[in-house]
């Protein structure tokens, strides 16, 4: 079983910054894969950022260069660094992560930015 407890969102100006943090809980298994998405009313959720096997990283084209997703496997911990914060950021941030072919997915976090 794999749970994610997710935390950093909150309200921030624009131009600004907020880290938010993913801590996987997990009995068994190993994670294959993690990342970012983000979900806004009457739109599907969106890749933002993911770390793969191999180092694999990618990011969504909207925050290249403001964001930076980052995990630390001896604590469990996947992470995004937003910089740069645009209004069109403003989301409720989910932590995804992949067990084998399993997908889990975090409770959320809001990130409202402020024009």
């Known amino acids: 079983q794999v749970q994610l407890v997710e935390s950093g969102g909150g309200l921030v100006q624009m131009g600004g910054s907020l880290s938010l943090s993913c801590t996987v809980y997990?009995?068994?298994?190993?994670?294959?894969?993690m990342g970012w998405f983000r979900h806004t009313p009457g739109n599907e959720r969106e890749l933002v950022a993911e770390?793969?096997?191999?180092?694999?990283?990618n990011y969504a084209d909207s925050v290249k260069g403001r964001f930076t997703i980052s995990r630390d496997d001896a604590n469990n911990v996947l992470w995004l660094q937003m910089n740069s914060l645009e209004v069109d950021d403003t989301a409720v941030y989910y932590c995804?992560?992949?067990?084998?072919?399993?997908?889990?997915w975090g409770r959320g976090t809001q990130v409202v930015v402020s024009s």
């Open positions: 770390v793969g096997s191999g180092d694999m990283v």
């Open positions: 995804l992560v992949r067990s084998g072919a399993k997908p889990y």
């Open positions: 997990r009995s068994s298994g190993s994670i294959n894969y």
